[in-house]
C-alpha cells in the first residue's frame, strides 16, 4: 500500500438517487436538483425532488431544506422530470422538463417559486437562449419562445414538426438564426427566431449493427451551430460536419485523442459558449463540439456530466473530479489498509471498518459504507461488479455491483467462495479451492437433479433432469417443456426421458458440461427482460465426506430463444446451465406436441 495514500473520511456521499439538473447560479455557487433517497431516509420520503447546493465549484455538496420544502410546492408528484435548469442572473431562474403546462420560475434566488404557464403539454428535450430570448421544445412537436427570460411564453405558430417528427435539438448562433433538429432526422434553419423554418438537407446517417434486430439508420440526436457555415449533428454511432451552411455534410469520426479528451469551453464568434472536446485553438472550423454528452456548462472554464447519482466536472478541457455529490470534510488525512480496483476509474478502499470510493482513479474519495466485520485482509472485484472481502478470521462478505461498497452481507453461497478463491488466490499457507462438484467426479454413487425454470409476467415452466452415476455406468431421466408460435397456433413441445441408460464415460461428459458451466466466471451480459431463467442444483455423494450440495442460479433471459448474451464476453451461469439442461432431455428423448386453443 502507498503510504502516501491517504483520505478524509469526513467526506460523506450525500442521499439521494439521482442528479437531475446544475446550474450554476454565480461564480463559485453550483446548484443541483436531485432526486429521491437512496436509504430510503424519513426526512427526504416527502418530497421527490431536493435542492443541494455547492459553495466551492463542487468540490462539496449540502442539502437546503427550506429551499427543497419551496421548490416541493411547486412540484405535483414524484413522477415528473427537473431535466434543464437555468439561471439567468443570480435573482431569475427557470427549471423546465416533464411536468405538464409550465416551466418553473423564481426571480429570487430560488427562496419561492412558481409556474409559468405554457399553451401545452409536454416533456422538454432542449432549452436554448440567447441573452434574455429562450426557446424550448419537446414532445409535442411545437417551439415555445420567451424575450422576457422565462416570465412568459409564446408557442411559435411556424414550427415545423410535430407528433411524428418532435424538436429534439436547437443551437441558435444568436436571437435570430438558428438550427433545429427533428426525430425524422430533418433539419431546420430560422433567420427570424423561429418565427418560420425552412428545411435543410441533412446527411444519410449509416446502418448501425444490432444484436437484436437488422441493420437500421443510426438516429441523429443533437444540432450544433458554430457559425452561420459550420455546423456538426451527431448520432448515436455517427458524426457529420458542414463548412458551407449545411449544403453539404462529410461524415468526421473522432479521433481516438478526441474520445480521450476532456471536456472544454468555448466561445463562438457571435458570443454563443459551446461545449467542446479539450481546449480549442484556431478557426472554429476546427473546433470539436461534445455531442451526445448530458453536459452543462458552469462559468467559464468548467463543464459538468450527469450521469445518473454521478457528476463529472471538467475544469479547463481537464477531468478535475468525479463521483456521487459528497459534503465537505474534517480536514483529517486517515491512511488507508488496502485499496481494489474495479475499473482504472473506480476504485474501493478501507481503513478500519470504513469504506471509500473513488471515481476518479485516486484524485478524490467519498465514504461510502462500512464492513460489518474487520479486519479486512483482501477484497476483490468479480468482472460482474461485484465485490467480494475477506476478513482475516476467514468471513467472506459481499457487496453487489449496484451497491459499490455501500452495503455489505456476510457471503453464505458457496459459489461466493469459489470466485473469492479463484479471483485472489487462497491464502497463505492453504490449499486452492477446489471445484464444488469435486465429489461428484471423485466417488460413486452420486446422483445430479437440476430444475430449470422459466418465469415470466404470465407463465411459470419447471423442467427436471436427473443423472444418476455409479461405478459402471449411468442414467438420465427429465422431462422439458417449450412453447412456439406457428401460423395457426401455439403449440408446446414435450420431451420426456424416463432412466435412460448411459455409459459412464457418457454420464463423466454430461456432469463435466454441467460443471464447467457452472463454475465459468460470469460477466454482464446486457439482458434484461421481464423474462427470466432459473436454474436449481442439487447433489448428493453419500459416500463422501460432502455428502450433499445445493447451488441456485438466476439470471434475466435475453431476446432471442437461444440468445445467451447482447454484449461481449457476456456469461450468465443460469442461461447455459438451462441451455445445456435442455439440450440433454432433447437429445434422450422423442418430442411430442401439443397445440394450444
Known amino acids: 500500500m502507498d503510504p502516501t495514500l491517504l483520505v478524509d473520511l469526513g467526506v460523506q456521499e450525500l442521499d439521494y438517487q439521482r442528479v437531475a439538473s446544475v446550474a450554476q447560479r454565480m461564480e463559485g455557487d453550483w446548484w443541483a436538483v436531485v432526486k429521491g433517497s437512496r436509504r430510503g431516509s424519513p426526512s427526504n420520503e416527502a418530497v421527490p425532488f431536493q435542492i443541494m447546493r455547492s459553495a466551492d465549484a463542487g468540490r462539496s455538496w449540502r442539502e437546503e431544506p427550506e429551499l427543497t420544502a419551496v421548490l416541493s410546492r411547486g412540484i405535483i408528484d414524484d413522477h415528473h422530470n427537473l431535466d434543464l435548469f437555468v439561471w439567468y442572473t443570480p435573482d431569475i431562474g427557470i427549471i423546465a422538463g416533464y411536468m405538464g403546462a409550465r416551466v418553473l420560475r423564481t426571480v429570487d434566488a430560488g427562496r419561492t417559486w412558481h409556474s409559468v404557464p405554457l ?176 453536459a452543462v456548462a458552469m462559468g467559464e472554464n468548467a463543464v459538468v456530466t450527469l450521469g445518473g447519482s454521478q457528476l463529472r466536472t471538467h475544469v479547463s478541457g481537464r477531468l478535475a473530479w468525479a463521483g456521487p455529490l459528497r459534503s465537505a470534510g474534517t480536514g483529517v488525512a486517515t491512511p488507508l489498509d488496502g485499496i481494489a480496483q474495479k475499473s482504472s476509474a473506480e476504485w474501493l478502499g478501507w481503513s478500519g471498518e470504513h469504506v471509500v470510493a473513488t471515481f476518479d482513479a485516486g484524485r478524490s474519495w467519498v465514504k461510502v459504507g462500512r464492513f460489518p466485520q474487520t479486519p479486512i485482509q483482501r477484497l476483490v472485484f468479480l468482472k460482474t461488479g461485484t465485490a467480494l472481502a475477506r476478513t482475516a478470521t476467514g468471513t467472506l462478505l459481499r457487496s453487489r455491483d449496484v451497491h459499490f461498497g455501500r452495503e455489505w452481507v456476510i457471503a453464505t453461497e458457496a459459489m461466493d467462495t469459489y470466485d473469492f478463491e479463484m479471483n485472489a488466490g487462497p491464502s497463505a499457507g492453504e490449499a486452492r479451492v477446489s471445484s464444488p462438484f469435486e465429489c461428484l467426479r471423485s466417488t460413486a454413487p452420486a446422483t445430479v437433479d437440476v430444475r430449470f425454470i422459466e418465469q415470466g409476467c404470465e407463465h411459470y415452466v419447471e423442467n427436471t433432469l436427473r443423472l444418476e452415476l455409479t461405478r459402471d455406468g449411468a442414467s438420465l431421466s427429465g422431462r422439458l417443456e417449450e412453447s412456439r408460435l406457428t401460423v395457426e397456433s401455439v403449440r408446446v413441445d414435450h420431451w420426456k426421458a424416463d432412466a435412460l441408460k448411459l455409459s459412464r464415460t457418457e454420464g463423466e461428459r454430461i456432469l463435466r458440461e454441467l460443471e464447467e458451466a457452472a463454475t465459468h466466471e460470469e460477466a454482464p451480459t446486457g439482458c434484461g427482460s421481464t423474462n427470466s431463467r432459473e436454474v436449481v442444483l442439487e447433489w448428493a455423494c453419500p459416500s463422501s465426506p460432502v455428502k450433499e450440495g445445493r447451488l441456485v442460479f438466476k439470471a434475466d433471459k435475453c431476446g432471442g430463444h437461444e440468445s445467451l448474451t447482447r454484449w461481449p464476453g457476456g456469461y450468465a451461469r443460469a442461461l447455459h446451465l438451462f441451455q445445456i439442461a435442455a439440450r440433454t432431455v432433447k437429445n434422450a428423448s422423442p418430442r411430442s406436441t401439443t397445440p394450444l386453443p
Open 119 to 294: 399553451s401545452e403539454d409536454l416533456w422538454v428535450y432542449d432549452l436554448e437562449r440567447a441573452g434574455e430570448r429562450t426557446w424550448l421544445c419537446g414532445s409535442s412537436g411545437g417551439i415555445h419562445r420567451s424575450d422576457d427570460a422565462g416570465a412568459h411564453w409564446r408557442a411559435l405558430k411556424g414550427t415545423p414538426f410535430n407528433d411524428f417528427d418532435r424538436c429534439r435539438s436547437m443551437s441558435f448562433l444568436d436571437t435570430e438564426r438558428g438550427w433545429a433538429l427533428g426525430s425524422s432526422g430533418t433539419l431546420w434553419e430560422t433567420r427570424d427566431g423561429g418565427e418560420h423554418w425552412q428545411q435543410l438537407t441533412a446527411p444519410e446517417p449509416p446502418l448501425v449493427d444490432s444484436a437484436l434486430r437488422p441493420p437500421e439508420p443510426d438516429r441523429l440526436l443533437q444540432v450544433v451551430r458554430l457559425t452561420p457555415e459550420v455546423g456538426w449533428l451527431a448520432g448515436e454511432a455517427s458524426r457529420f460536419q458542414t463548412t458551407d451552411g449545411g449544403k453539404t455534410w462529410h461524415a468526421r469520426p473522432l479521433t481516438s485523442e478526441e474520445q480521450d479528451s476532456g471536456l472544454g469551453l468555448a466561445v463562438t464568434p457571435s458570443g454563443q459558449q459551446v461545449i467542446t472536446l479539450g481546449t480549442v485553438r484556431g478557426a472554429p472550423a476546427s473546433w470539436v463540439p461534445a455531442l451526445n454528452e448530458d
